[in-house]
């Protein structure tokens, strides 16, 4: 990914007329569609995921970000930006670990910054991952499901 946004930078180093203000608005939406695809393939990691490997996501999560730091415009809308699209995928990751369903809907309830598809699929993966039956894992999708706004 850091090599795709090196090939950014350096392409936008040759627009000449390419302003300071409109320079900052295209690194603001580079860094929130990175965070959109790395917050996708971690919503859709399809087989079981422990607690080790969630900690792993975090991490490699904050090298891509240290990564865009280190390529991005020293600026203090690009620091917020990064800061605020890490916490979008960070939060994501650290809901897999609550404990209880009714947590877990509190959660889905105070996050409407998550798709419907995200939320359904964090709680499938929670279920996979916490082995409940068919049944339990029907009752707490449900449950998940009558939370979304």
């Known amino acids: 990914m850091c090599m795709h ?3 950014f930078r350096e392409r936008l180093r040759q627009i000449k007329s390419l ?3 409109n320079l900052l608005q295209l690194w603001r939406h580079a860094i929130h569609y990175v965070a959109e695809v790395v917050l996708e ?5 399809k ?6 490997g969630r900690n792993a996501m975090s991490s490699d999560l904050a090298e891509v970000m240290k990564g865009i730091r280190a390529l ?5 809308d690009i620091a917020v ?3 605020s699209n890490q916490s979008l995928v960070d939060n994501y990751i650290k809901a897999f670990f609550l404990t209880s369903p009714s947590d877990l809907q509190h959660w889905v309830q105070t996050h409407p910054e998550y798709s419907r598809d995200h939320l359904i699929l964090l ?3 929670i279920a996979e991952f916490k082995g409940l039956k ?3 894992r029907q009752v707490l999708l449900e449950l998940i499901e009558g939370s979304i706004m």
Do not use: E, F, Y
């Not at 991005?72 to 203090?76: E, G, I, V």
């Open 123 to 125: 709680a499938g993966t």
């Open 47 to 52: 087989t079981r995921c422990s607690a080790i």
């Open 41 to 45: 393939g971690i919503a859709r990691v």
């Open 81 to 83: 930006a990064i800061d």
């Open 134 to 136: 068919k049944k339990d």
């Open 72 to 76: 991005a415009p020293n600026s203090p």
């Open 5 to 7: 946004l090196q090939m």
């Open 19 to 21: 302003t300071h203000p």
